[in-house]
């Protein structure tokens, strides 16, 4: 049975910083990523990152927000800074397994006050 566990969200203020956290387990999974769903909005992507660590991040947070994981532990992380209270939403950890399959975590809630 695959499981994704998010750990990390909270309140934060503009400027500050925040690490999210999805442990992994039940498969093998060939990409893993972070997504955010606003109020009101669609779920898109923040960031993504491949077995090998090559990684893409969504223009709006380029340069403030890094993705990484370590495959022993399948887990992934991301390191959030310079929060803006845009960037306030509901974080999904995902992750597509080697067979295509794509899961998702329960989301986390990360909100940053002005």
């Known amino acids: 049975q695959v499981q994704l566990v998010e750990s990390g969200g909270g309140l934060v203020q503009a400027g500050g910083s925040l690490r999210l956290s999805c442990a992994a387990s039940?498969?093998?999974?060939?990409?893993m990523g972070w997504y955010r769903q606003a109020p009101g909005k669609q779920r898109d992507v923040v960031a993504t990152i491949t077995s090998s660590g090559i990684t893409n991040n969504t223009d709006s947070v380029k340069g403030r927000f890094t993705i990484s994981r370590d495959n022993a532990k399948n887990t992934v992380y991301l390191q959030m800074n310079s929060l803006k209270p845009e960037d306030t939403a509901v974080y999904y950890c995902?992750?597509?397994?080697?067979?295509?399959?794509?899961?998702w975590g329960k989301g986390t809630l990360v909100t940053v006050s002005s």
């Open positions: 995902n992750a597509r397994s080697v067979f295509g399959i794509n899961y």
């Open positions: 039940g498969s093998i999974f060939r990409i």
